[in-house]
C-alpha cells in the first residue's frame, strides 16, 4: 500500500509464501545497508546487513538484495511464519559519521 | 548476556518535572545510542557516545542531557519537556563505533509529557 499521513504501508503475505519488502535509499555515501525487524512492543532487531559494493547476501531465510543504479534495497523471507509479524525498517550506516540512519518502515502482517 | 536493558518502561512527567532515563548492557560494548521513536515512524538518532565520549549530537534541544558513566551505562536527563516530546526513547549498543550497523536495542522507555 502507499504511505500517507501517518499510516505506514503494509505487505500482507499468507502463511508459507515469501515476501518482499522494498526500501528506496537517496544518499550514495552509505557503506552498509541494514535491515531491522521491530515486533510489537520491543526494541528493533538486526536481521542482516549489506556492504554496499555488494549486490546481493542470504541469511537464514532471508535474502537482501541491493540495486545502486535504481537506490533501491530488499529484504526477502522465504516462507513466511507468523512470527515474522512486525514492522521492517531498512537502514543506512554511514562509516565516515559512525552513525545509523533508519529509513521508512513497513508493517508485514501474516495471514493464516 | 545480550540485553540491553531501559529504566523505567514507563514514565508520565509534567513539563516542569526532571526526570532520567536508564540504559545499561553487559556486553563489553564500546558505542551507546538515544533514538527517539514516534509511532509509526522510524527511530530517530538523537546522540552516540563512543568509548564514554559523546561523538555525536543530532542537534538535540539542551532539555535532553544525555550522560554516559562509565562503558556500561547510558542516562537520559531530562527537563522542562514539552508535550510533543511525547515518545518511545530507545537506547542501543554496538562492539564498537564501527560495527556496520548491527546495534542491540532495548525495549524502549514510553515517555509520556503532559
Not at chain 1, 30 to 44: A, L, N
Not at chain 1, 64 to 81: D, G, R
Not at chain 2, 76 to 105: I, K, N, T, V
Request: some cysteine; charged content about 20%; glycine content about 6%.
Amino acid at each position: 500500500g502507499e504511505s500517507v499521513g501517518l499510516h505506514l504501508p503494509t505487505l500482507s503475505v499468507q502463511e508459507g509464501d515469501n515476501s518482499i519488502i522494498n526500501c528506496a535509499y537517496s544518499n550514495s555515501a552509505s557503506d552498509y545497508f541494514i535491515w531491522y525487524k521491530q515486533e510489537s512492543g520491543k526494541g528493533p532487531q538486526f536481521i542482516i546487513d549489506i556492504r554496499s559494493n555488494m549486490d546481493k547476501r542470504q541469511g537464514q531465510r532471508v535474502t537482501v538484495l541491493l540495486n545502486k543504479t535504481v537506490k533501491h534495497l530488499s529484504l526477502q523471507i522465504a516462507a513466511t511464519q507468523p512470527g515474522d509479524s512486525a514492522v521492517y525498517f531498512c537502514a543506512e550506516w554511514y562509516s565516515s559519521a559512525s552513525k545509523i540512519i533508519f529509513g521508512s518502515g513497513t508493517r508485514l502482517s501474516i495471514r493464516p | 548476556d545480550t540485553e540491553v536493558t531501559q529504566t523505567p518502561k514507563h514514565l508520565v512527567m509534567g513539563m516542569t518535572n526532571k526526570k532520567s532515563l536508564k540504559c545499561e548492557q553487559h556486553m563489553g560494548h564500546r558505542a551507546m545510542y538515544w533514538y527517539k521513536q514516534k509511532a509509526k515512524k522510524p527511530p530517530e538518532l538523537m546522540f552516540v557516545y563512543s568509548y564514554e565520549k559523546l561523538s555525536i549530537n543530532e542537534s538535540v534541544p539542551s532539555r535532553f542531557s544525555p550522560e554516559c558513566p562509565n562503558s556500561s551505562l547510558l542516562n537520559l536527563h531530562l527537563h522542562a519537556l514539552q508535550p510533543e516530546d511525547s515518545a518511545l526513547y530507545l537506547c542501543a549498543s554496538s562492539r564498537d563505533p564501527g560495527s556496520r550497523g548491527e546495534l542491540f536495542f532495548g525495549e524502549g522507555s514510553r515517555l509520556t509529557v503532559l
